[in-house]
């Protein structure tokens, strides 16, 4: 019997053993006789003398059948505490094989007595006695317990059956009524507190009443005081589940299916969680096992209306279908009370149509109802709390999936829901494939599977894990899932391997049995089944740890080589050199080359003396910007495909290097015992003379030596390496760009193809050389202040024989890489990123004073350049593009190492506005410079008007570590409304996007800033040791505040007030105010000037006191206005100029007039 059948919980389980002196093989005879008759009719069995006081007398259900499932192995001890809550897993018969020829009568006595002794949980012992001749005598064996089976009689085997299935039946109704008397618990508790009800227990029941006991028990059987209600319904809801799974196993379908239902109502309404469910797929079984008997079915109330919510139109259907099926139920029952043994035909009596329309309905509403009553089940074992005593246990949780999966695979295998898919569930016999739409599919029963890896295994014990890992192997295998097989296998292989770690013995005595080409061959078929590279490395890794043994070290070669091949990542150091060192110490038993396919990274030529670049010269030198390479520019992928297809360019006779990058992913140094670059055909090129030693977790760069001898086209396709103790190979340049892809044309797998490449290398004829000969600079060292200049020269010599033409100079500092990183600094402003190109491109570090366009061969030409104390370099380097002719240019490197002081640094800068009210403003511009060299400066400050022109200048000496401060007056113009509204500029040709941050008022103050620097200047003087220097005081560091823009901001319309009346004001007399507004923009300007009086009670004026003026672009307009004061006092005028189409100017300062009284 399977043990993970659906219809497991109907078998009495019993357990067979061998008594006296018999063979394994007879054994095995007489145990498949016994299992052949495992099955016994209840019509066949004698319900006994006592039969009114049994609970499972077989007249109550004639056409039930009671099956047995014989073992030879016990039950685990740890699912003990499940015998409450499943008793169909408790081994209640104990059954004994003995041999008439060494069996005697005294000896089957002991034998009982010892089975009693050591099995005291079965509730019955019984001893079979094989091969009895028929002229034994009866006195021999009459014992009670021992039967006596002829040596070729079904008849007598089906007889002492019957007898058992009696005897077996009377024992269980007497252990019931001793059971129910007390309590059943849940298995969380009763792990904790066995207490099994023993034999000698059931016996001192017999015919007495329940003893009284401080509790008290009803006559239900349920606890009376110290129980709350919900306690009570529980227990009598268990106590029925208890008498359903008997009723069950007893064959009496019938009663087990209204004691589970009415369980199931009790428990239900007492949220007893766990129970309830188990209850409910005790009821499925009772429905199944009914409609293989052919009896119509009737789903419970309970069962039907507690499935899901989302699944209430299908349980709608089959209310109808198990209401049709009532009436076809009773005339049915009656039909089987005469029911003939099994295998004969059940149809006799019964019209064929009417009973062919019944099973059908009942199938399909089984077909329905099934899959959603176990989908309930698990739903009520997840409402289940972890911390309580309704926690679920694995095993049950594991098995009750097992199950119901079983039972899905039988069905599809078999068609659907027919007879011999139920033969299959219920008597477990062979099933040929035959599939069918109306069957289970397959991913259906992948999810029932996958409920059964849901719980974690490991900490139940490993023969129950194996055993749940090799039922679900089963059903993948059944089912043709051999990927999925294969993931069980891993797992299985992986928890014996932990178990044999602890017991290496067993283990060796497991492998001696094994051939190493079968095991060589195991590893090659399920590794090729695993795509899934985390689980075809937990394989190999337990596959490596069985197999490192003497007589299977290739095996276990084969297998770290391809554990270093895919599983580097999980493998940790000590175990990746212990597989290194395995495979070099085992040369002879090396699968191949080396392991990594992508031991070749890259390979790159480079030339020895500058590179060979195509361009175009004109033979003259320009002296280009300071930043060197490509500009940037919109995306171009016609270009980037041209940059793909350019080749590097070599010199014939002149030694260049390749460079070939080798990874070393793993934790150990790799050796590698010979390198050489090779050709598109595997030729080699050039090699490497020596053995080398890759370091662990690094990508190395080997540098191969080649020199080519003659012009045309160098191609590299790859290496040719011979690593560790691998056998030697070709590693080919692997395209990164490239996807791999499998081939699905066939049906087979075909191993994918990474596409290589490889990179060729022009070889010209004999091209010019320049070297530096001389530098004037010491040792190529330069020390400068901060804006300081110094000359230096250059000597450049021809040492080919072919004339040099000078095409272009570069220069580039070490400053350019952060500059650029500045720039492209996504939280940098647009004044930031403008002032930091500013200094890449309008400060460059060094310049050119002259230099040649030619340089002949063998001689010698000078540059000359200046040097520029730039803050932050500390390195430059002047680069000279030459060439023979207009085709390949080379470039030759002058570097220049620099350091740069700070010499004179701004502090602090202000702007003033000084002036008498009403009078235009005189600007004077302050400065705090101060000395950061060890000696004093001489500096000199001065401001220039527009025209640049000198208007002022201030020297004064700054005494080291000092400060001292410069008033220098302004001529301001200021800047125009105009430009102060364009946008920030770039000084790079860079593509950007326009800057939605910046504000109006920092575009003005960057304007600002940049016109106030062109009025400002100064140098700084220095004498020491006799040597004069001099440099460039840095004022790029003034800030504006917004004081100061404030005061440099000028308005576009400005209004002037003043009184033209010469005599001072008096009473009753007439003066005249003039105003005059000034308009400093290049537009024309339309508007309304309005005066306003602070008294206009006593003052009298000729005119309106608004009036339209308009006024020419840069240019002023006046307008008087004549006025009489009435009184004495003060008066305050002001006046507003509103501009047509927006903007207004308003009088700063008031005009303030004083009339005094007459005395």
């Known amino acids: 019997m399977d043990p993970y059948s659906y219809v497991a919980a109907s078998y009495i389980r019993g357990l067979v053993l061998p008594v006296g002196q018999i063979k394994d093989f007879t054994f095995q005879q007489y145990l498949d006789r016994l299992r052949s008759a495992s099955e016994v009719r209840l019509l066949d069995v004698s319900p006994g003398t006592s039969a009114d006081h049994l609970f499972f007398n077989p007249q109550g259900y004639p056409n039930g059948r009671l099956c047995f499932d014989f073992s030879t192995v016990p039950i685990d001890?740890?699912?003990?505490?499940?015998?409450?809550?499943?008793?169909?897993?408790?081994?209640?018969?104990?059954?004994g094989i003995a041999q008439h020829r060494h069996a005697d009568k005294e000896q089957l006595q002991q034998s009982l007595v010892l089975l009693k002794k050591r099995y005291p949980d079965a509730i019955y012992r019984k001893i079979f006695v094989f091969?009895?001749?028929?002229?034994?005598?009866?006195?021999?064996?009459?014992?009670?317990?021992?039967?006596?089976?002829?040596?070729?009689?079904?008849?007598?085997?089906?007889?002492?059956?019957?007898?058992?299935?009696?005897?077996?039946?009377?024992?269980?109704?007497v252990y019931a009524i001793n059971r129910k008397l007390g309590s059943f618990k849940s298995p969380a508790l009763k792990a904790l507190d066995q207490t099994n009800v023993s034999l000698a227990a059931a016996k001192d029941f017999r015919g007495h009443h329940a003893r009284k006991s401080s509790l008290g028990l009803t006559k239900d059987g349920t606890f009376s005081t110290g129980l709350t209600?919900?306690?009570?319904?529980?227990?009598?809801?268990?106590?029925?589940?208890?008498?359903?799974?008997?009723?069950?196993?007893?064959?009496?379908?019938?009663?087990?299916?209204?004691e589970f239902a009415e369980a199931a109502q009790i428990l239900k309404q007492s949220y007893d969680h766990l129970w309830f469910a188990s209850t409910l797929e005790q009821i499925g079984v009772c429905l199944l096992l009914q409609q293989f008997s052919e009896v119509p079915v009737t789903i419970p109330s309970i069962a039907k209306v507690t499935v899901d919510a989302d699944s209430a139109g299908k349980t709608a259907k089959l209310a109808a279908k198990s209401a049709a099926d009532a009436a076809a139920a009773a005339k049915l029952a009656t039909s089987r009370l005469e029911s003939p043994r099994r295998g004969a035909s059940s149809q006799d009596h019964l019209d064929n149509e009417m009973v062919a329309e019944a099973l059908q309905t009942g199938r399909s509403a089984l077909a329905t109802f099934l899959p959603l009553l176990m989908d309930t089940v698990l739903r009520f074992f997840n409402r289940c709390s972890p911390e309580s005593e309704e926690m679920v246990p694995q095993v049950v949780y594991v098995e009750s999936s097992l199950r119901f999966a079983s039972l899905l695979t039988a069905l599809r295998l078999g068609g659907g829901w027919n007879s011999a898919s139920l033969s299959a569930i219920v008597r477990n016999t062979p099933q040929e494939k035959n599939f069918s739409p109306v069957g289970p599919s397959v991913m259906t029963i992948e999810i029932w599977c996958a409920h059964t890896l849901s719980p974690s295994l490991e900490v139940l014990p490993i023969a129950t894990t194996c055993r749940f890992m090799s039922a679900l192997a089963k059903l993948y295998w059944r089912l043709g899932l051999k990927r999925k097989w294969s993931f069980v296998i891993r797992q299985l292989i992986q928890r014996l391997e932990n178990e044999f770690h602890e017991n290496d013995s067993e283990a060796t005595t497991v492998l001696n049995g094994l051939h190493p080409s079968f095991l060589k061959y195991v590893l090659d078929t399920i590794v090729v089944v695993f795509?899934?590279?985390?689980?075809?490395?937990?394989?190999?890794r337990n596959f490596y740890k069985l197999c490192n043994r003497p007589n299977y070290r290739s095996v276990a070669v084969k297998a770290a080589w391809q554990l270093l091949s895919c599983g580097v990542e999980v493998l940790s150091a000590s175990e990746q050199a212990q597989l290194y060192h395995l495979i070099r110490s085992e040369r002879d038993s090396a699968p191949g080359q080396y392991w990594d396919p992508l031991l070749l990274r890259d390979i790159t030529i480079k030339p020895s003396s500058g590179v060979l670049s195509s361009t175009t010269t004109n033979g003259t030198a320009s002296n280009r910007s300071s930043i060197v390479g490509p500009p940037d520019i919109i995306y171009n992928p016609f270009e980037s495909q041209n940059k793909l297809e350019k080749m590097v360019t070599i010199v014939a006779g002149e030694r260049c290097i390749i460079n070939v990058r080798l990874q070393n992913p793993f934790q150990f140094p790799l050796d590698i015992f010979e390198l050489a670059v090779v050709d598109e055909e595997g030729n080699k090129v050039c090699s490497v003379d020596q053995a080398l030693t890759l370091s662990p977790n690094r990508v190395s760069t080997i540098p191969v030596?080649?020199?080519?001898?003659?012009?045309?086209?160098?191609?590299?396709?790859?290496?040719?390496?011979h690593v560790g103790g691998c056998s030697g190979g070709l590693f080919w340049l692997r395209d990164p760009l490239a996807t791999l892809f499998v081939s699905r044309q066939k049906q087979e797998l075909e191993t994918p193809e990474w596409p290589t490449h490889t990179i060729k290398a022009r070889i010209n004829e004999g091209r010019p050389s320049l070297v530096l000969c001389e530098n004037s600079l010491p040792k190529g060292w330069a020390m400068l202040l901060e804006g300081e200049r110094i000359p230096f020269k250059a000597e450049v010599q021809n040492v080919s024989t072919t004339d040099a033409h000078i095409a272009s100079f570069g220069f580039t500092d070490s400053t350019v890489e952060p500059l650029k990183q500045a720039i492209a600094a996504p939280d940098a402003t647009r004044a930031d990123i403008y002032e930091y190109e500013y200094f890449l491109h309008k400060r460059r570090a060094v310049e050119l004073i002259s230099q040649t366009s030619k340089i002949a061969s063998g001689e010698v030409a000078e540059f000359e350049f200046t040097l520029y104390g730039k803050r932050g370099i500390n390195s430059a380097a002047v680069l000279l593009d030459y060439g023979a002719?207009?085709?390949?240019?080379?470039?030759?490197?002058?570097?220049?190492?620099?350091?740069?002081?700070?010499?004179?640094?701004?502090?602090?800068?202000?702007?003033?506005?000084?002036?008498?009210?009403?009078?235009?403003?005189?600007?004077?511009?302050?400065?705090?410079?101060?000395?950061?060299?060890?000696?004093?400066?001489?500096?000199?400050?001065?401001?220039?008007?527009?025209?640049?022109?000198?208007?002022?200048?201030?020297?004064?000496?700054?005494?080291?570590q000092k400060s001292s401060r410069f008033l220098l007056p302004l001529k301001w113009n200021g800047v125009s409304a105009e430009k102060l509204a364009q946008p920030i500029p770039s000084l790079s040709s860079r593509q950007f996007v326009v800057d939605s941050k910046t504000t109006q008022e920092q575009i003005q103050s960057f304007w600002l800033r940049e016109e106030l620097l062109k009025y400002i200047g100064g140098t700084w003087r220095l004498s020491a040791d006799g040597e004069l220097r001099s440099g460039q005081v840095e004022l790029r560091g003034l800030q504006l505040s917004k004081k100061m823009v404030a005061v440099l901001r000028t308005e576009p319309l400005v209004i002037q007030m003043e009184v033209t009346t010469p005599a001072p004001l008096t009473i009753e007399s007439r003066a005249v105010i003039r105003t005059k507004i000034v308009n400093k923009t290049s537009k024309k300007k339309y508007g309304m000037l309005r005066f306003i009086p602070n008294d206009t009670h006593n003052i009298l004026w000729a005119g309106n006191l608004q009036q339209p003026v308009s006024i020419e672009p840069e240019s002023e307009q006046s307008v008087d206005l004549e006025f009489l004061p009435l009184a004495w006092g003060s008066y305050e005028w002001t006046a507003i100029y509103d501009v047509i189409g927006g903007g207004q100017a308003l009088l700063k300062t008031p005009l303030l007039l004083e009339v005094p009284s007459i005395k």
């Open 885 to 960: 002719g207009e085709d390949y240019t080379r470039r030759l490197r002058i570097p220049l190492n620099i350091t740069v002081f700070p010499s004179v640094e701004l502090e602090r800068v202000d702007v003033l506005a000084v002036g008498l009210p009403g009078d235009e403003p005189e600007l004077t511009i302050v400065l705090d410079l101060r000395n950061a060299w060890r000696e004093s400066f001489e500096v000199t400050l001065w401001t220039k008007d527009s025209s640049d022109n000198e208007v002022a200048s201030v020297t004064q000496t700054i005494d080291s």
């Open 131 to 173: 091969g009895v001749p028929d002229d034994a005598s009866a006195a021999d064996y009459d014992i009670k317990g021992v039967t006596t089976i002829a040596s070729s009689s079904f008849a007598s085997l089906e007889r002492a059956m019957a007898d058992l299935a009696s005897e077996i039946l009377y024992e269980m109704s």
């Open 229 to 258: 209600e919900r306690l009570k319904s529980r227990q009598l809801g268990r106590t029925k589940k208890f008498m359903g799974s008997f009723y069950l196993m007893a064959g009496r379908l019938p009663d087990a299916l209204t």
């Open 705 to 721: 030596t080649f020199v080519p001898r003659e012009a045309g086209v160098l191609t590299v396709g790859g290496i040719y390496a």
């Open 531 to 540: 795509d899934w590279n985390t689980l075809k490395i937990e394989f190999l």
């Open 77 to 95: 001890p740890e699912i003990s505490a499940l015998f409450d809550l499943d008793p169909w897993r408790q081994q209640l018969l104990v059954v």
